[in-house]
């Protein structure tokens, strides 16, 4: 079956470095998404991966790595509207997005 | 600006009453465009793929006769949620997917949030 990992739950502090690990196993792979939403909204589009390294957008980076099934999304200078659920997603040999649970991320002062 | 507009954003009705939900894409044609269902702490649960032209295709579970999709046009889809009860509360969420010269992003609607009494 299709599968993604990441935790269910995450706290950082205000101006730390916080880093959300996902792993995946699917039946193909066309690319990872990174999304964050806030309670009660929609989720927003973070980043996209298809080939392997690091994106950088700003404070926030995502990572690839296709041979370990595996993408890390890092947020740096981390700020109190930063805390919100992270959700990974994958797209997968017949472009269905595969959704992970989310990570939900507190920062605290 | 917004890429993907729903209405209503939030709807309370009777148990055994239909709801209407629109989503449409404001930037762009969507020959494609996809509904999700989010419980409360819970991820993104895709319900249907809604294809312009003909007829919605339905994830494993999901009730095609009582989530009625309507993609009558390039830019707009509708779910009708038919004789709704308080189980069917959730979040409901549209999105359309660009193609891959912009890297299969995808957008998401604001959102209709339905409560059933």
């Known amino acids: 079956g299709q599968n993604i990992d990441q935790p269910t739950e995450m706290t950082a502090t205000e101006g730390a470095i916080v880093q959300i690990n996902c792993t995946y196993q699917?039946?193909?792979?066309?690319?990872l998404f990174w999304y964050q939403q806030h309670a009660g909204e929609a989720p927003t589009f973070l980043s996209y991966?298809?080939l392997d390294g690091l994106e950088e957008k700003g404070r926030f980076s995502s990572f690839l790595s296709r041979s370990k099934g595996y993408s890390y999304l890092l947020l740096k200078e981390l700020q109190m509207k930063d805390s919100a659920s992270y959700l990974c997603?994958?797209?997968?040999?017949?472009?269905?997005?595969?959704w992970g649970a989310g990570t939900k991320l507190i920062i605290k002062p | 600006g917004a890429v993907v507009s729903q209405h209503p954003s939030w709807v309370i009705c009777k148990s055994g009453t239909s709801v209407k939900i629109e989503c449409r894409s404001l930037?762009?044609?969507?020959?494609?465009m996809f509904w999700y269902r989010q419980f409360p702490k819970q991820s993104l649960m895709l319900m249907a793929t809604?294809?312009?032209?003909?007829?919605?295709?339905?994830e494993q579970g999901v009730e095609k006769d009582k989530f009625l999709i309507n993609h009558a046009s390039l830019t707009l889809s509708t779910l009708t949620v038919t004789s709704a009860h308080p189980e069917d509360s959730s979040f409901y969420i549209c999105?359309?997917?660009?193609?891959?010269?912009?890297?299969?992003?995808?957008?998401f609607g604001p959102g209709t949030r339905l409560t059933v009494l």
């Open positions: 997603a994958v797209l997968d040999s017949n472009y269905q997005l595969i």
């Open positions: 999105s359309v997917r660009r193609g891959l010269a912009d890297n299969n992003e995808q957008f």
């Open positions: 699917t039946s193909g792979f066309n690319g």
């Open positions: 809604s294809n312009e032209g003909s007829k919605a295709t339905y």
């Open positions: 930037d762009f044609q969507a020959t494609t």
């Open positions: 991966n298809v």
